[in-house]
Structure formats: C-alpha cells, structure tokens
C-alpha cells in the first residue's frame, strides 16, 4: 500500500476519532438535560470510533461508510440544531461544536479524496 494512502486513511482515522470524543465529552451534560440527545452522542462516538480503529489499520469501505455517514448525520444535527430547531432542542450558542464540525468536514474531505482517486482507473490522465 502506498505511503500517501495509508497516509491518508490514519488522517480520516484521526479526524473521525477526534470527532466522536468531542461528542463522547459532552455526553454528561446532554444526558442530564436531553436524554435522547445524550444517548445520540454515545452512539454516535462509539460508531466513529469503531471507525477510526478499523481505519488505523486497514482500508475498510465500511469503516469509510460508517464515519461518513456520523459525520454527515453530525454536521446535519448541527446545522438544523442552531436553525430550525431539532425534536424541540434549539441551541442557543451557535459556536459550540465548531471543533467537531472541522474534523466532521476534514474526515468528509478525505473521505471525497480517496473516493475519487480509489475509482480513477490506472493510467488516468489528471486534470
């Protein structure tokens, strides 16, 4: 496997761990006030790091599938949680979660990377 993939496949791994801890911390706090939300987050870090751990060691498309698909859902939940308002939960700092927003676009990014070079077949000219 060449060095660059492997490369980076552990930057995707990184940013979608990264990801599921910044929402691992705040699963106390939102248990607390919003259960379901609370659980959500727990769910949604224990997915992303099974991600991340597959991705550290190997090309797994369902590891790349699963971290798209929480950071996807994650970005989502952000946008409609600071907007419309999301099952009656309408958060009042908008700032809050833009670390994990970053990292949720970085691993979409490396994700849409690899997608990209995976499929162009050998010999392609790049533009």
């Given at each position: 496997m060449p060095?660059?993939?492997?490369?980076?496949?552990?930057?995707?791994a990184v940013a979608v761990a990264l990801a599921g801890i910044l929402h691992l911390v705040l699963v106390p706090e939102y248990l607390a006030e919003l259960p379901w939300l609370g659980v959500s987050?727990?769910?949604?870090?224990?997915?992303?790091?099974?991600?991340?751990y597959?991705?550290?060691?190997?090309?797994?498309s369902a590891a790349w599938a699963v971290g798209g698909v929480l950071s996807a859902g994650m970005i989502v939940g952000f946008l409609v949680s600071r907007t419309a308002g999301l099952l009656g939960y309408l958060s009042p700092d908008v700032t809050e979660g833009i670390p994990a927003l970053v990292v949720e676009l970085a691993f979409l990014g490396l994700f849409a990377y690899r997608t990209v070079t995976a499929t162009r077949p050998v010999g392609a000219r790049r533009f």
């Open positions: 060095a660059k993939t492997r490369t980076i496949r552990r930057a995707a987050f727990l769910v949604a870090a224990a997915g992303t790091g099974w991600a991340a597959r991705l550290w060691g190997r090309d797994d």
